[in-house]
């Protein structure tokens, strides 16, 4: 899967809150570099914003499972745990991703 084939994901409060909740319950890993280093990744939101070449790499994540979303803006996603500066989000394997996963279902038609 190229970057190009990533689904957009349009951000929104209710998506910002759980990840907020998994932030500090330490369900979430916040950075690229974090996001390489984490296994059992069940999501990934990556800002639009981010190098093609990185995009690309984070989509290599689908083969292992993990859901890759393109967000934009991707400050109303970490405004929620006070991180405006991060370019990319992790969601480890769990109930939150459960969660998450039921939200995105509601939103995408």
């Given at each position: 899967m190229s970057e190009q084939?990533?689904?957009?994901?349009?951000?929104?409060?209710?998506?910002?809150a759980l990840l907020g909740i998994g932030c500090r319950s330490g369900a979430t890993v916040v950075g690229l570099s974090a996001?390489?280093?984490?296994?059992?990744?069940?999501?990934?939101?990556?800002?639009?914003?981010?190098?093609?070449?990185?995009?690309r790499e984070l989509?290599?994540?689908e083969r292992g499972g993990t859901r890759?979303?393109?967000?934009?803006?991707?400050e109303v996603l970490t405004q929620g745990f006070?991180?405006?500066d991060?370019?990319?989000?992790?969601?480890?394997?769990?109930?939150?991703a459960r969660g998450l996963a039921k939200h995105i279902e509601?939103?995408?038609p």
């Open positions: 084939d990533l689904p957009h994901l349009n951000p929104s409060a209710q998506l910002s996001v390489r280093r984490a296994k059992r990744l069940a999501f990934v939101f990556a800002s639009s914003d981010l190098a093609k070449r990185t995009l989509a290599r994540l890759v979303f393109q967000v934009q803006p991707m006070g991180r405006e991060a370019q990319v989000i992790g969601v480890l394997r769990g109930d939150l509601e939103q995408t």
